[in-house]
């Protein structure tokens, strides 16, 4: 064939603004990229979060120790409100962590190449939120000691744990969604794991970067097992997208609760936790490629598409709200009525109106293109999801105990400092695992960006030195 036969499309209008790579870079600049954050020297920046964030840490240790030597009366629960922040902030955790796995396993399964960029940040978001969320189960008991006895360990009396119960139904559930994400970052990143053991300078960066990479070599035996384990890793985790949040929304709709007893709960949830979860996706990849130099790796293009993921679930989120308020008035119910109407004009007023307007107004900004493209209103829409996620969980949580079925049961609610400062240990933990894992471990998985980058298909007519462009032709 002629080189005259080759026709090669000229990139879309939107995209037509940004920079190209050099046509004279070689493949390797995505490994280039990516690994010299790691090998190059620590950035004042990091320092300035990672110090902070390891005194919240501190401070979460000290608040559970505080917690478990003096008991669970250092928080604000009360008659009728014995659910409180502690499990407002565990939903909303596990909920951060559910980007991770539907950009990892459902959009790998759908063949969605643009995910290669943003996987393996969203996969180490799963697992520290997940890791954040796990602690309050075992601090709520109360007795963290006998925490031990929510697993069915064999014993001579055979006292099982109650499966009836709605805690035995988290502990497995993020327990299995903690073991798989963790299998399937793990499995991600031994490719890049023998790149960075091969270009260490050191011997212990070699001996430690060659003892998590399993000896892989990139021999075509090694990439044949590589792609199926992460295939059926990835079947694994695609039904926990669904399930896992769908079991803690069971943690309520079991109940006879006005506000919690409905099947709408299990796809809401899993909505608010897509929605909540790429907002947080956005909210660190927004600044990260601008501080580590990615620009050319995650690109507007990727910005683009999770903006517009976030507005889909927002909007499905916003229906469900619509609905939840519809169902309670034509059910004819006076209790779900009074509960619903208390959510938007009661006590906590600021907190359903807040999670109105941040969950379901505040995305529709991402129909504009502009919007989708302005980076400070990206960053400041995500924020927003995030707040407004929390106050989500805060009125579902807080919003059906303070008033029952009795009025003379009513009360107030209002979290302590031990409440607060448990709150923001756990951001501590989140920042000082994330930064750390930006710090000694690839951001970007280079194997899977390469492997849908133009210049990685000789038959591509971006192929050879057209094909060096950045990666916004890749999707």
């Not at 199926?228 to 943690?251: F, M, N, R, W």
């Not at 006879?256 to 947080?280: C, D, E, K, N, R």
């Not at 919007?371 to 995030?386: D, E, G, P, T, Y």
Request: proline residues 6%; aromatic residues 16%; hydrophobic residues 50%.
């Amino acid at each position: 064939m002629s080189t005259a036969a080759i026709k090669v499309s000229a990139p879309p209008p939107e995209l037509e603004r940004i920079p190209l790579v050099e046509n004279q870079r070689s493949p390797g600049w995505i490994t280039d990229k990516v690994a010299g954050v790691i090998e190059g020297k620590t950035p004042v920046w990091w320092w300035c979060a990672f110090i902070p964030s390891l005194m919240l840490v501190t401070m979460l240790v000290a608040m559970i120790l505080y917690l478990v030597t003096t008991g669970v009366g250092v928080w604000g629960l009360n008659h009728p409100v014995m659910w409180g922040w502690a499990i407002i902030n565990f939903v909303w955790w596990i909920g951060i962590g559910h980007a991770g796995t539907l950009i990892s396993a459902v959009l790998f399964l759908l063949r969605q190449r643009w995910r290669t960029s943003i996987n393996r940040a969203a996969e180490a978001m799963t697992i520290f939120a997940v890791m954040c969320a796990g602690i309050y189960p075992v601090i709520h008991v109360g007795r963290v000691w006998f925490a031990w006895w929510l697993f069915p360990l064999p014993n001579s009396n055979s006292i099982w744990p109650q499966f009836r119960s709605p805690l035995m139904w988290d502990v497995f559930a993020v327990s299995t969604y903690f073991t798989v994400s963790l299998m399937f970052w793990y499995v991600g990143l031994i490719p890049d794991l023998a790149i960075l053991r091969d270009r260490s300078t050191t011997k212990a960066r070699q001996f430690i970067y060659g003892l998590f990479a399993l000896g892989w070599t990139g021999s075509n035996r090694h990439w044949s097992n590589y792609e199926k384990a992460y295939l059926i890793l990835a079947g694994l985790a695609t039904p926990l997208v669904l399930s896992v949040h769908s079991t803690v929304s069971l943690d309520f709709s079991v109940s006879q609760l006005p506000g919690w007893h409905t099947t709408i709960f299990p796809p809401y949830f899993v909505a608010g936790a897509i929605y909540s979860g790429f907002g947080m996706v956005l909210t660190l990849m927004v600044p990260l490629r601008k501080m580590l130099k990615l620009e050319e790796i995650v690109t507007m293009r990727h910005i683009d598409l999770m903006c517009k993921v976030t507005l889909a679930t927002g909007s499905i989120v916003g229906y469900a709200y619509i609905m939840e308020y519809f169902i309670a008035w034509y059910s004819g119910n006076p209790y779900e009525r009074f509960t619903f109407w208390s959510r938007l004009f009661g006590k906590y007023w600021y907190g359903g109106w807040a999670m109105l307007v941040f969950n379901a107004v505040v995305p529709q900004v991402f129909w504009s293109k502009k919007v989708r493209h302005n980076l400070v209103a990206v960053f400041i829409v995500s924020i927003l999801a995030n707040i407004g996620m929390w106050f989500e969980r805060f009125v579902i949580v807080v919003g059906s105990l303070y008033q029952d079925f009795v009025p003379g049961n009513w009360g107030y609610y209002k979290p302590t400092w031990v409440d607060v400062c448990t709150f923001l240990g756990t951001f501590g933990l989140f920042f000082t695992m994330f930064l750390l894992f930006i710090r000694f471990l690839p951001l970007i998985a280079t194997s899977e960006v390469k492997g849908v980058t133009p210049q990685a298909d000789p038959h591509h007519p971006l192929g050879g030195a057209k094909g060096k462009e950045v990666l916004h032709h890749a999707g």
